[in-house]
């Protein structure tokens, strides 16, 4: 089970990992460096080695886990690890981990000696779902998301869904929230689906992974570089990556996971679409109870919402001062280049807050 993304293959399962063996030993690396953090080589590490059989010789390197560790600083640690290694441009590099691992260590990869190649094993639904297609490497400046960062391809990428059972249920939630993003902007169908997951099996996961893959792979395809339909994928980031990075400032609310200040923004958003006549009163509210459901409500004050507000600002889909939005017209269809006023922005957050 494979999906063909612009120039990579996507591979589904533990069957891959004897193709990912040929390929390497068919490109005659000089050598593999595994790049981990502190939980998957705990937890995954030993897994990836054990199904690797390589005659070349593989070196690890391990970085701090969290997202508070996806920096420029632990690029340079991890660049100049690099070259004390003496590692050249004919080395593979196998990211190991979550969407952080594959974001920093893809970004590594398309900058060190001005590129070599590189491979993405995600470890977490969210990575699988959302950092397995799409080429955005990158990494965060001054607690702002993905600020720097390249568009960079991987030689493949292998999902293997055995990883999740590692997960806490906070983690796996954090996925889920860009599956249901997946649904909400391309497939209601897909969308009802994901509503129902009381019993859920590990093949039937692996599935739904696939089919968030393919929606997400079909609109990456049309307009790889965001000039356009990719924009749809944003739907819930624009208010939720302000959230989140304002949640690691220390300053106001907990610290979330991505997912989970994705599945504030999609509500925000949402309430939006309903406020500029896009979607009506019921829909709106079956997505707000829907994320309400899997996820942990967030209490904002006056204060912390004002800061969310500046920090809009710096959101990189901005274009000429105008804060640019992606909102939904139904479930299964988005609208892009939607520009939006401060007064709703603030009467969503208002709307939020009351059940």
């Not at 679409?273 to 709106?284: A, E, F, G, H, M």
Request: proline fraction near 2%.
């Amino acid at each position: 089970m494979h999906i063909q993304a612009s120039n990579y293959p996507v591979f589904f399962g533990t069957d891959y990992y004897a193709r990912l063996s040929q390929f390497i030993g068919e490109k005659k690396y000089s050598k593999v460096v595994l790049l981990v953090d502190e939980n998957t080589a705990k937890y995954c590490l030993n897994t990836v080695l054990q199904w690797l059989a390589i005659d070349v010789s593989f070196e690890i390197i391990e970085i701090e886990a969290g997202e508070e560790n996806k920096t420029i600083e632990t690029c340079n640690a991890v660049w100049e690890t690099l070259v004390e290694m003496n590692i050249d441009r004919k080395a593979l590099l196998i990211n190991v981990g979550g969407g952080m691992v594959c974001d920093l260590g893809g970004f590594v990869a398309a900058t060190y000696k001005r590129g070599i190649d590189f491979v993405n094993i995600p470890t977490s639904l969210l990575a699988m779902v959302d950092a397995s297609v799409g080429t955005k490497t990158g990494v965060n400046l001054g607690g702002l998301k993905n600020m720097v960062g390249s568009f960079s391809q991987p030689q493949m990428v292998l999902i293997d869904a055995a990883f999740l059972e590692t997960l806490p249920g906070n983690q796996m939630r954090s996925g889920l929230a860009e599956m249901y993003k997946h649904g909400l902007i391309a497939d209601a169908s897909y969308w009802n689906q994901l509503k129902n997951l009381s019993e859920l099996t590990t093949e039937d996961l692996l599935l739904l992974i696939y089919h968030s893959v393919s929606i997400k792979n079909e609109i990456v395809l049309q307009d790889p570089f965001e000039k356009n339909v990719r924009k749809l994928l944003n739907f819930g980031h624009t208010l939720g990556h302000v959230i989140e990075t304002y949640s690691h400032s220390g300053k106001g609310i907990a610290p979330l996971l991505h997912g989970e200040a994705i599945a504030v923004g999609m509500i925000l958003e949402a309430f939006i679409s309903y406020k500029k006549n896009l979607l009506t009163k019921k829909i709106y509210a079956e997505i707000k109870e829907t994320l309400t459901l899997m996820f942990e409500s967030v209490v904002f004050t006056k204060n912390d919402i004002e800061i969310c507000c500046n920090l809009l600002i710096h959101d990189k889909k901005n274009e000429n001062g105008n804060i640019q939005f992606t909102l939904l017209n139904e479930i299964g269809s988005g609208v892009i280049n939607e520009t939006v006023e401060t007064a709703m922005i603030y009467d969503a957050f208002n709307d939020y807050l009351t059940n």
